[in-house]
């Protein structure tokens, strides 16, 4: 069983290009970049999503590790390279798949993780445009923690004492508190409702309403 879904921010792909932009030339490779809460970083259990037309994929994860001194650094480091999602790029067969890979599927462990790059690559060009759907990402399974939590609710747990007796009332008790997770996740859907609406911001100007130097009686309201 999957985890919980994980609130990210996706950019469209964005073509990798080799010298004038403008000109008709495709390399062949997109990027699609992922965002999660800047505020913390994340666990992934486990990756979903829909083809369309990617021949080759890999996964590029940007994590935060810890050295011996202490001193935290941001690291890029590979999760997958060039897995095959097309057989034959030339034909269809799985351009529109359904694909899920799991944490167990990548080369490093996906934990503590700030962004991932998504590397696309279409070599034939029978296809016009190539790219990602539906992508999801999901956080790993915590079997364990929802097992003590059941059993100390049931009562299956020993309760030695009377501060453990009191906790499982409480618990009980109080079963209309909104749990952490919840809370979490409202926040988290708020940040990427702000980082949607700043990536699809206008920077056009809205104008004045005036023609020739004089306001249309038509365009003022009054109160």
Known sequence: MTGKPLVCSIRN?????????????????????????????????????????????????????????????LTWVTGLKNVQLMPEPHCEDRAQSYFRIKREQLLVPPDNVLSVRLVLQQPSPVWLSFGLDDIKFYSP???????????LVNGDMPADDEAMNNIRTRVKENKDIPPVE???SSLQQMWALSETARINQTEASLGRFDIDGSYDINLLSYT
């Open 182 to 184: 919840e809370i979490s």
């Open 141 to 151: 399974k915590d079997e364990t923690s929802e097992l003590m939590l059941s059993e």
């Open 13 to 73: 792909p964005h073509p990798i290009t080799i010298g004038d932009p403008r000109a008709e030339f495709s390399s062949g490779c997109a990027v699609v970049d992922v965002t999660f809460p800047s505020t913390k970083s994340v666990d992934i259990g486990e990756i979903t999503f829909k083809n369309n037309y990617t021949a080759l994929l890999s996964i590029k994860l940007k994590v935060r590790e810890e050295n011996d001194k202490g001193e935290t650094t």
